[in-house]
């Protein structure tokens, strides 16, 4: 058995090609909330390289449709190897999260990991015009 580096892994597939998908809202009509926090988030400084780590907290509540966790799970790791800000990164979540499943409301919320002794957080929040 030969161990091929250049080959791309099933993992590595998974999350180049993933994308957020969403089902049904099981109870349209009804506000509840959502609460997902996904610890392993990772990205790159755009200035340094140098990795960052950051929990990423998403509360929602759904309007007709909700995000499958899965697919939440390996779109949040295909920035492992982005150059992105801290800002950005937790606008382009929120933003992406928004255009799929077009929630009544939603905020992000990303922890990043201190490094050289900073600590920051940003919190982005969405909320629905009234139609």
Same mark, same amino acid.
């Given at each position: 058995?030969?161990?091929?580096?250049?080959?791309?892994? @099933?993992?590595? *597939?998974?999350?180049?090609?993933?994308?957020?998908?969403?089902?049904?809202?099981?109870?349209?009509?009804? *506000? =509840?909330?959502?609460?997902?926090?996904?610890?392993?988030?990772?990205?790159?400084?755009?200035? &340094?390289? @140098?990795?960052?780590?950051?929990?990423? =907290?998403?509360?929602? +509540?759904?309007?007709? *449709?909700?995000?499958?966790?899965?697919?939440?799970?390996? =779109?949040?790791?295909? @920035?492992?190897? *982005? =150059?992105?800000?801290?800002?950005? &990164?937790?606008?382009?979540?929120?933003?992406?999260?928004?255009?799929?499943?077009?929630?009544?409301?939603?905020?992000?919320?990303?922890?990043?990991?201190?490094?050289?002794?900073?600590?920051? +957080? +940003?919190? +982005?929040?969405?909320?629905?015009?009234?139609?």
């Amino acid at each position: 058995m030969t161990n091929n580096t250049t080959e791309i892994k @099933y993992g590595e *597939r998974e999350i180049a090609e993933g994308q957020l998908i969403t089902f049904p809202n099981p109870r349209v009509g009804r *506000r =509840y909330d959502i609460s997902i926090t996904l610890p392993e988030f990772t990205c790159k400084c755009p200035f &340094s390289g @140098y990795p960052d780590f950051a929990t990423i =907290y998403i509360s929602y +509540v759904p309007d007709e *449709r909700v995000v499958e966790l899965k697919a939440l799970k390996l =779109y949040i790791n295909s @920035y492992r190897d *982005r =150059y992105i800000s801290h800002e950005e &990164s937790a606008n382009q979540i929120l933003d992406d999260f928004v255009a799929a499943c077009d929630p009544l409301e939603a905020t992000v919320k990303a922890d990043f990991t201190p490094r050289g002794n900073v600590h920051t +957080v +940003v919190e +982005v929040r969405h909320q629905k015009l009234a139609k």
